[in-house]
């Protein structure tokens, strides 16, 4: 089986300051690989996602994430942070050919000016 | 536009009650699926299904049931509602292993 590890809970930023969020997986298959943010009250949006391909993917709203397979890792990164970013951020994992995400426990993003 | 929509968005309800969320899809997605979020937990999957007729237990299914009549609809029922089936719920579709999936807005279930 896989699982997520988001290794940060929380993350205070200062407004366009820089931001990572880390995100480690473990599986003994290859995996797709995703970012979802969730707006207060509102449902999970997709980020940004790793199928195949380069390393570096690019998302929306100026989000990047690097696919790190030797490290298990797939770390989310924007290099100058909005208010609006505030928000919690889900890592989540799909095995190939399956449907199902596992997600980590999430990083709440708080973004002060 | 399609969407997924779920409902009622807030429910309160006692323990002991059955209890059923609405999720309605109109991308006409075959994979449906129900996630609880909880803090400190992320999200967790409840049930699933592949198509009509189809469903599977996710890892928290205990206490629940889905069934799956028609492409567009997955109702979630909590048979007996429990104090820890307080959560909020998510309802998601997709077309395929490599496509997105899609989120409702979420239902927020207190059962006091």
């Known amino acids: 089986a896989q699982s997520v590890t988001q290794l940060d809970s929380q993350v205070p930023v200062f407004e366009e300051a820089p931001v990572e969020l880390r995100c480690n997986y473990s599986?003994?298959?290859?995996?797709?690989l995703f970012w979802y943010v969730q707006y207060p009250n509102q449902g999970l949006q997709l980020l940004l996602k790793?199928?195949?391909?380069?390393?570096l993917v690019k998302g929306i709203n100026g989000f990047e994430a690097e696919f790190n397979k030797s490290q298990t890792s797939f770390h989310l990164r924007k290099p100058s942070v909005h208010i609006s970013d505030t928000a919690e951020y889900f890592c989540?994992?799909?095995?190939?050919?399956?449907?199902?995400?596992?997600f980590g426990a999430g990083t709440t993003v708080t973004v002060r000016a | 536009d399609a969407e997924i929509t779920q409902s009622p968005r807030h429910k309160i309800t006692e323990t002991g009650r059955q209890v059923t969320l609405a999720c309605h899809q109109t991308?006409?997605?075959?994979?449906m699926f129900w996630y609880r979020q909880d803090l400190g937990h992320g999200l967790r999957l409840i049930h699933y299904?592949?198509?009509?007729?189809?469903?599977n237990k996710g890892e928290v299914s205990d206490g629940y049931s889905v069934s799956r009549s028609n492409t567009e609809d997955l109702p979630l029922t909590l048979e007996s509602a429990a104090s820890s089936q307080t959560s909020v719920y998510f309802c998601?579709?997709?077309?395929?292993?490599?496509?997105?999936?899609?989120f409702g807005p979420g239902t927020r279930l207190t059962v006091t």
């Open positions: 998601a579709s997709s077309a395929s292993p490599r496509g997105e999936q899609y």
């Open positions: 599986s003994s298959v290859s995996v797709y």
């Open positions: 790793y199928l195949s391909g380069s390393t």
């Open positions: 989540a994992v799909r095995i190939l050919n399956d449907y199902k995400l596992s």
């Open positions: 991308w006409n997605h075959n994979n």
């Open positions: 299904s592949y198509g009509v007729q189809d469903t």
